[in-house]
């Protein structure tokens, strides 16, 4: 049974086009919810942890919001730059994060 | 700024040869991981450690052993390389139970 589950798969937008990715989770005593972004080829970038519910954390562009079921990752006024795929994982242990399959986001001049 | 590095961005190796891949961090963590991705599967775990020379076993250990001399390194061994190994090996440190940081990654073709 999947833990993390994010939605859409992939995104296309144009330039300056303000978009939402979903982040839901079904695990129980969430310790932590990470964002990441990976360019292809290229190892995941962290961007951003939260921890409880109606947690925000804001960077650039990019504003993660969290609630007891789920996480977006809220993008404004996107540029090509943006374009990444953008994973959401959950821990639940001490160690372990379990990975969502990813958003594929594509931004176009 | 964190750094993880790894020893090869690409490699290609034939079934059955013993593999090693390495993995330094640079910011004294205590917790080091190996992971493969797949297209359609995700990252999956498939070791980790907490400390020199512990280490747990992940989702998917099976066919892979890892080595854990030295608080920054951190080496996975395919002991017998088989095709369906082939894949993308990323290693990623944290410090106690926070973020991971992630290294380049490793795209190993096994043939």
């Known amino acids: ?109 | 700024d964190v750094k993880v590095t790894q020893s090869s961005r690409y490699l290609v190796k034939r079934t059955g040869e013993k593999v090693f891949l390495e993995c330094v961090q640079d910011m004294d963590h205590e917790n080091m991981f190996w992971y493969r991705q797949d297209p359609g599967l995700g990252l999956r775990l498939i070791y980790f450690s907490y400390d020199v020379k512990m280490k747990e076993k992940g989702d998917i250990p099976e066919g892979y052993s890892v080595s854990r001399e030295k608080k920054e390194r951190f080496s996975l061994i395919l002991e017998s390389a088989s095709t369906n190994q082939t894949s993308m090996y990323l290693c990623a440190s944290s410090a106690d139970r926070y973020e991971q940081y992630f290294g380049p990654g490793t795209r190993l073709t096994v043939t």
């Open chain 1, 1 to 109: 049974e999947d833990q993390v589950t994010q939605s859409p798969e992939a995104l296309r937008l144009q330039e300056g086009e303000s978009s939402s990715l979903n982040c839901s989770y079904t695990v129980s005593g969430l310790r932590g919810l990470f964002w990441y972004r990976q360019d292809p080829g290229k190892g995941p970038e962290f961007l951003f942890t939260l921890y409880s519910a109606g947690e925000e954390k804001e960077k650039e562009r990019l504003k993660a919001t969290l609630t007891k079921k789920e996480s977006f990752l809220h993008i404004t006024a996107p540029k090509p730059e943006d374009s990444a795929t953008y994973l959401c994982a959950v821990q639940e242990g001490d160690y372990k994060l379990s990975f969502g399959a990813g958003t594929t986001v594509t931004v176009r001049a």
